[in-house]
């Protein structure tokens, strides 16, 4: 007998199952339901994707510098979409797909599960990091998992 994972919503739309299309349009402004979560991980899905991440919050870091490295890395990455287009990221000594290291503050991805992380997929998943963290009026150092469609194709960490 095997147990089926509970479903998991999205806490930035809690009537939006994590993985489906998630429509930025169809934002309730109430929340009608507590979300169901471990105190310390968040589930937060990118606008008009299937890419969701599932945040796990180490600790605070006081000031921008979490906000202007990620605004950095996702300017990077959509020029890099712009100029070569959407496509597999090449993998470099270490596992590591992307690095990238701005004010003292490091982000890093690497593929996860046998999948490999597009350059599209993973500016979801930075934007909704980011997004998370600009919801919640904080910047954090923390590890995250990045899904795309219901499958975990990434794993990152921000500090």
Not at 52 to 75: F, K, R, T
Request: with cysteine; net charge negative.
């Amino acid at each position: 007998m095997s147990l089926t994972p509970r479903t998991q919503y999205c806490q930035n739309s809690p009537k939006t199952v994590a993985g489906t299309t998630f429509n930025g349009r169809s934002l309730s402004p109430f929340n009608d339901l507590a979300p169901r979560r471990q105190t310390n991980t968040i589930t937060w899905c990118a606008p008009n994707s299937q890419t969701y991440v599932v945040i796990s919050i180490l600790h605070g870091i006081p000031g921008h510098a979490v906000s202007d490295m990620l605004h950095g890395a996702l300017q990077l990455i959509t020029d890099t979409v712009d100029v070569f287009g959407d496509g597999n990221m090449e993998v470099h000594t270490g596992g590591e797909i992307f690095r990238w290291l701005q004010g003292g503050i490091a982000l890093t991805v690497q593929n996860a599960n046998n999948h490999q992380t597009t350059w599209g997929v993973l500016g979801a998943a930075i934007f909704a990091v980011g997004d998370c963290m600009f919801a919640n009026i904080a910047e954090w150092a923390v590890s995250f998992r990045i899904v795309d469609g219901g499958n975990l194709v990434g794993i990152g960490t921000i500090g």
